[in-house]
Nanobody
Framework: VQLQASGGGLVQAGGSLRLSCAAS????????MGWFRQAPGKEREFVAS????????DYADSVKGRFTISRDNAKATIHLQMNSLKPEDTAVYYC??????????????????WGQGTLVTVSS
């Protein structure tokens, strides 16, 4: 089981990035998916989640209205579109998979598989 995150990079404040996570999960549709991030010296935090069908999404208050999570079940891929980026969004972003999850899980402990992370740096 592998989750491969990509799309991170350096961007100026106010800019946009689109993260992707490709999954080699058997029966991808059985997994709710999520994005988490960890900034230097801080604990990992929930960013966004999406249900197995893609019909339900949840966001941390800090990114609501700026980030959009989506999934393509045919390609076993999820995305995180990040707009109006702020320096405080700087972190390593991780995708995660929750077997038979509802898409409401905000704790990392609820997720079964993790990607390797992709670094997002937002300069002021």
């Amino acid at each position: 089981v592998q989750l491969q995150a990509s799309g991170g990079g350096l961007v100026q404040a106010g800019g946009s990035l689109r993260l992707s996570c490709a999954a080699s999960l058997h029966t991808f549709v059985r997994y709710a998916m999520g994005w988490f991030r960890q900034a230097p010296g801080k604990e990992r935090e929930f960013v966004a989640s999406i249900s197995r069908s893609g019909g339900r999404t949840d966001y941390a208050d800090s990114v609501k209205g700026r980030f959009t999570i989506s999934r393509d079940n045919a390609k076993a891929t999820i995305h995180l579109q990040m707009n109006s980026l702020k320096p405080e969004d700087t972190a390593v972003y991780y995708c995660a998979a929750d077997l038979l999850g509802t898409g409401r899980a905000v704790s990392g402990e609820d997720y079964d598989h993790w990607g390797q992370g992709t670094l997002v740096t937002v300069s002021s």
